[in-house]
């Protein structure tokens, strides 16, 4: 698309659910953005330029999902920077499909104009060093990426969470860890999922769980999962798209850092962003 095209069909974030009607996934992929000419989706599916894909999309406000034959354009290799990743557009060929992620772009412009403001981050970490770390890389958003005035609070246990979760002011989104004490990431999801004031709060789950996790993660109805050892500019990449997407629940996706780097005495707070994170706390993660 040359820069005369982006200027007609701008993007906007917003985080669709994908799923893919030809295949048997079990873990659902997610966009970072779309257009009224196209979309673009991390997945770490493999996939060439040319290639044509049936999408079956979801988003919160449609009464249904909706189908869509898309055509790769190009494909973005993960790196230190970004998650892996396909641009796709919808073929000329493909009229109906054209009008129908018309609709969807509208809709997006619609909800970008209308989300402006503070935003409320509610953290759930049981450890303080780790939840310092997660902190100063959410501050960046608000002193880098014109996230003004969002604020972060923290809660210790899921059931603390939850507490705060039913309080005011209300809360924008959710960043949690799986293991915890008194109330664990697991039950606090099915918590939110179950309340119907909550059911529509986006939740991002910092893990370092195996494959069974995921996917019950997944099923749970979350929005992004991060993979430990989490970077800066994962959790920065994935807080701004959330919150710039708004709710919309049920689009889970995986975006995984790199498994098994090794934590360094200057991954901590003010590391340069693109180094992971030592995010353990010395917990002995197992599964439950």
């Known amino acids: 698309m040359n820069e005369r095209d982006r200027r007609a069909h701008p993007r906007f974030p917003l985080v669709l659910a994908v799923e893919y009607p030809d295949s048997a996934p079990r873990i659902r992929d997610h966009t970072e953005n779309l257009s009224a000419e196209g979309l673009f989706i991390r997945t770490e599916r493999n996939f060439a330029p040319g290639d044509r894909v049936m999408l079956l999309v979801s988003f919160p406000d449609l009464p249904e999902p909706v189908d869509l034959v898309v055509e790769v354009r190009r494909v973005r290799p993960a790196d230190g920077a970004e998650p892996a990743g396909v641009a796709v557009w919808v073929p000329l060929d493909r009229e109906e499909d054209r009008r129908k992620l018309e609709q969807l772009s509208r809709v997006a412009a619609a909800a970008a104009e209308a989300r402006r403001g503070a935003y409320r981050v509610l953290l759930v970490e049981d450890n303080s060093l780790v939840a310092a770390m997660y902190t100063s890389a959410l501050r960046r958003l608000s002193t ?3 996230f003004r005035g969002l604020s972060v609070e923290v809660a210790r246990d899921g059931h603390e969470a939850f507490a705060r ?8 989104l959710v960043v949690t860890d799986i293991y915890m004490p008194v109330m664990s990431g697991f039950a606090l999801v099915e918590k939110i999922r179950s309340e119907e004031r909550l059911r529509a ?3 991002v789950v910092i893990s370092s769980g195996a494959v069974e996790e995921r996917e019950r993660l997944s099923r749970l109805g979350v929005n992004f999962l991060l993979q430990k050892p ?3 500019q994962d959790i920065v990449a994935t807080v ?3 919150l710039a997407a708004g709710a919309q629940p049920g689009a889970p996706g995986l975006l995984a850092s790199e498994p098994g ?4 005495a200057d991954d901590q707070v003010g590391a340069a962003p693109d180094r992971p994170l030592d995010t353990s706390g010395g917990k002995a993660h197992r599964p439950q």
Do not use: F, I, M, Q
């Open 201 to 203: 709060l986006p939740v």
């Open 240 to 242: 701004r798209t959330v």
């Open 165 to 172: 979760l039913l309080a005011t002011p209300p809360v924008d």
């Open 261 to 264: 780097a090794p934590a360094r």
């Open 230 to 232: 989490v970077k800066y």
């Open 144 to 146: 880098s990426e014109g």
